[in-house]
């Protein structure tokens, strides 16, 4: 088992910045794909970012690339998102997740945290 907390979501202003913060807490964090994912009330849950347990590998979906950075302290035990220039459309609930499965692109994780509200206003 594994628990994900999230913090650092907030109200920002268009063009503005905010750090997402995962902690978790269980079992060896290094041994999980971490993932970030972010859902707009009656809409799916969208793919945001992914890296790999090492930390060496990233991807993240096209409207994020070049603004959002993806990163992990295994010694922490927490997986962050930094989220510059940020636009109105980021307005979501941000979700951490893990996954004990290698494949980055992949979609399915078995431990979701109970997300963060992040609202970035015109």
């Known amino acids: 088992q594994v628990q994900l907390v999230e913090s650092g979501g907030g109200l920002v202003q268009a063009g503005g910045s905010l750090r997402l913060s995962c902690a978790a807490s269980?079992?060896?964090?290094?041994?999980?794909?971490m993932g970030w994912f972010r859902q707009v009330p009656g809409k799916e849950r969208e793919f945001v970012s992914a890296?790999?347990?090492?930390?060496?590998?990233?991807v993240y979906t096209d409207s994020v690339k070049g603004r959002f950075t993806i990163s992990r302290d295994n010694a922490k035990n927490r997986v962050y998102l930094q989220m510059n220039s940020l636009k109105p459309e980021d307005t979501a609930v941000y979700y951490c997740?893990?996954?004990?499965?290698?494949?980055?692109?992949?979609?399915?994780?078995?431990?979701w945290g109970q997300g963060t509200q992040v609202t970035v206003s015109s």
């Open positions: 997740a893990a996954d004990n499965s290698v494949d980055l692109r992949a979609l399915q994780y078995d431990y």
């Open positions: 269980g079992r060896t964090f290094s041994a999980y794909r």
């Open positions: 890296i790999s347990r090492g930390g060496t590998s990233t």
